[in-house]
């Protein structure tokens, strides 16, 4: 009876603990969400004193790439992906300077016209000053890991409005295949923690709820299935778009400054000769589509040739925010060849595109209900885990452990981050390929 009534005492502190932490690091993420938000807004406010604005793109480019280079030149990430790796490598140890770096160089690359996301420097920073929390309490590397996981989520959370996704995010985006459910309860506290403190200081969210979704038939099944393989597409061409931006951009043997001004240049050219709709944010051209509005076939094309570019040769930002421009402007071409309805299809590639890209199909289903609504959400998360399948081992994010294989038909060593890791096909008897392989002989066979 000692025992048990020890052991319950214990867990009960604990969560008490961690309530009360989770709460702090979440007023903490609402705060700096909410200035961040703010600023950006702000300092996209300059489009309205000339169409032109995108021309100072080369400074935006510049200035990122000078802030790393002086202030954390050993830094070789940022974003989002710098809390994965600080979480994974270094039991949550993140350098303060980074959060001011983040906050400064992601605004400047967005308001010039960047092809940025708002999400990831949110994610950082709010991981940074929960990092700089915990040094604040001297706790110990457990403890610290957890929290900065907390802030991860309440970066996330905060910056969509949507308190569910940002938690299962911030649990589910460090290992491809895995999920960190001891974190589960104080992830849940902070996010809903910071989207309120952030929402009561004025930050706005977009939520459209699909109310039309056409009533279930085999074909329009195949049609959302169809919908996941082809949003998975998006999401492999989206990785590799950026991942061959930066191959590019250490290929050319130029100082950083010079190819930031050089790659700025080439976004100014691309701006005026095709369109200026992937520039910045985009979210007047994604919310358009989620509304039914007129898309380009090109539009996700040139979004993920812009981002490439400004991400790849210097500029600052996350990485959720064009990628979900892809889905819903791709989700919507997808939706009007298919003749259904383009806007539940927007909605649909948006969150696709999210699960694929990331890896992070659950969160990426929970968000198609936070955002657009229960109707849709059944067939949101049909097509979340198809295009996850498909994108295969590859991930906006390398910095993401890979704690499953997609395919028992390959060969891969768990455990290790993403990054490096290559998968080795393995010829299995039992496998489609195998059975196609048996069958094929049997029919040559007759």
Same mark, same amino acid.
């Given at each position: 009876?000692?025992?048990?009534?020890?052991?319950?005492? $214990?867990?009960?502190?604990?969560?008490?603990?961690?309530?009360?932490?989770?709460?702090?690091?979440?007023?903490?993420?609402?705060?700096?969400?909410?200035?961040?938000?703010?600023?950006?807004?702000?300092? +996209? %406010?300059?489009?309205?004193?000339?169409?032109?604005?995108?021309?100072?793109?080369?400074?935006? &480019?510049?200035?990122?790439?000078?802030?790393?280079?002086? &202030?954390?030149?050993?830094?070789? !990430?940022?974003?989002?992906? *710098?809390?994965?790796?600080?979480?994974?490598?270094?039991?949550?140890?993140?350098?303060?300077?980074?959060?001011?770096?983040?906050?400064?160089?992601?605004?400047?690359?967005?308001?010039?016209?960047?092809?940025?996301?708002?999400?990831?420097?949110?994610?950082?920073?709010?991981?940074?000053?929960?990092?700089?929390? !915990?040094?604040? *309490?001297?706790?110990?590397?457990?403890?610290?890991?957890?929290?900065?996981?907390?802030?991860?989520?309440?970066?996330?959370?905060?910056?969509? @409005?949507?308190?569910?996704?940002?938690?299962?995010?911030?649990?589910?985006? *460090?290992?491809?295949?895995? #999920?960190?459910?001891?974190?589960?309860?104080?992830?849940?506290?902070?996010?809903? /923690?910071?989207?309120?403190?952030?929402?009561?200081?004025?930050? !706005?969210?977009?939520?459209?709820?699909?109310?039309?979704?056409?009533?279930?038939?085999?074909?329009?099944?195949?049609?959302?299935?169809?919908?996941?393989?082809?949003?998975? /597409?998006?999401?492999?061409?989206?990785?590799? @778009?950026?991942?061959?931006?930066?191959?590019?951009?250490?290929?050319?043997?130029?100082?950083? +400054?010079?190819?930031?001004?050089?790659?700025?240049?080439?976004?100014?050219?691309?701006?005026?000769?095709?369109?200026?709709?992937?520039?910045?944010?985009?979210?007047?051209?994604?919310?358009?589509?989620?509304?039914?509005?007129?898309?380009?076939?090109?539009?996700? +094309?040139?979004?993920? $040739?812009?981002?490439?570019?400004?991400?790849?040769?210097?500029?600052?930002? @996350?990485?959720?925010?064009?990628?979900?421009?892809?889905?819903?402007?791709?989700?919507?071409?997808? %939706?009007?060849?298919?003749?259904?309805?383009?806007?539940?299809?927007?909605?649909?590639?948006?969150?696709? *595109?999210?699960?694929?890209?990331?890896?992070?199909?659950?969160?990426?289903?929970?968000?198609?209900?936070?955002?657009?609504?229960?109707? /849709?959400?059944?067939?949101?998360?049909?097509?979340?885990?198809?295009?996850?399948?498909?994108?295969?081992?590859?991930?906006?994010?390398?910095?993401?452990?890979?704690?499953?294989?997609?395919?028992?038909?390959?060969?891969?060593?768990?455990?290790?981050?993403?990054?490096?890791?290559?998968?080795?096909?393995?010829?299995?008897?039992?496998?489609? #390929?195998?059975?196609?392989?048996?069958?094929?002989?049997?029919?040559?066979?007759?």
């Amino acid at each position: 009876m000692k025992k048990r009534v020890k052991e319950e005492t $214990i867990i009960f502190l604990g969560v008490v603990k961690w309530i009360v932490l989770a709460a702090i690091v979440g007023i903490i993420t609402g705060l700096s969400t909410t200035l961040y938000i703010k600023a950006l807004n702000a300092a +996209i %406010g300059i489009k309205g004193y000339s169409d032109y604005y995108f021309l100072l793109l080369p400074l935006g &480019l510049l200035v990122g790439a000078i802030l790393i280079k002086y &202030l954390a030149p050993e830094e070789k !990430t940022s974003g989002a992906n *710098l809390a994965i790796e600080a979480v994974n490598r270094h039991s949550g140890r993140i350098r303060f300077i980074l959060v001011p770096i983040e906050f400064i160089g992601t605004i400047l690359t967005i308001a010039f016209g960047g092809s940025g996301g708002k999400e990831g420097p949110s994610v950082q920073i709010g991981a940074g000053l929960a990092a700089f929390f !915990t040094g604040l *309490l001297g706790l110990d590397d457990h403890d610290r890991k957890k929290l900065v996981v907390c802030g991860m989520c309440g970066g996330f959370a905060s910056v969509f @409005g949507a308190p569910m996704t940002g938690a299962l995010y911030g649990v589910e985006v *460090l290992a491809i295949g895995s #999920i960190m459910y001891d974190v589960l309860l104080p992830a849940f506290v902070t996010s809903i /923690v910071s989207y309120h403190v952030s929402s009561h200081f004025g930050i !706005t969210y977009f939520y459209h709820p699909i109310k039309i979704v056409p009533a279930f038939s085999n074909m329009f099944f195949l049609k959302v299935l169809a919908a996941g393989v082809f949003f998975g /597409v998006c999401s492999f061409a989206y990785i590799e @778009g950026l991942h061959l931006a930066k191959k590019l951009c250490a290929k050319i043997k130029f100082l950083m +400054i010079i190819k930031s001004l050089i790659a700025g240049s080439v976004l100014v050219v691309l701006a005026l000769v095709f369109s200026t709709r992937p520039l910045g944010l985009g979210l007047d051209v994604m919310e358009s589509a989620i509304e039914g509005g007129a898309v380009s076939w090109y539009d996700p +094309i040139l979004k993920i $040739i812009h981002t490439g570019i400004t991400l790849g040769f210097g500029g600052l930002g @996350g990485k959720v925010t064009p990628m979900v421009f892809v889905g819903a402007t791709s989700g919507s071409v997808f %939706g009007s060849f298919m003749g259904v309805d383009p806007s539940m299809f927007a909605a649909i590639g948006f969150v696709s *595109l999210l699960a694929g890209a990331s890896n992070t199909p659950i969160a990426a289903s929970v968000m198609a209900v936070e955002l657009f609504g229960a109707e /849709v959400a059944s067939y949101a998360a049909i097509a979340c885990v198809v295009s996850f399948m498909i994108t295969g081992h590859r991930s906006v994010y390398p910095s993401q452990i890979l704690a499953i294989k997609k395919s028992s038909s390959f060969k891969m060593e768990l455990g290790r981050e993403l990054e490096g890791t290559s998968p080795e096909y393995v010829y299995r008897e039992k496998s489609l #390929i195998g059975v196609l392989s048996r069958l094929l002989k049997a029919v040559k066979g007759r």
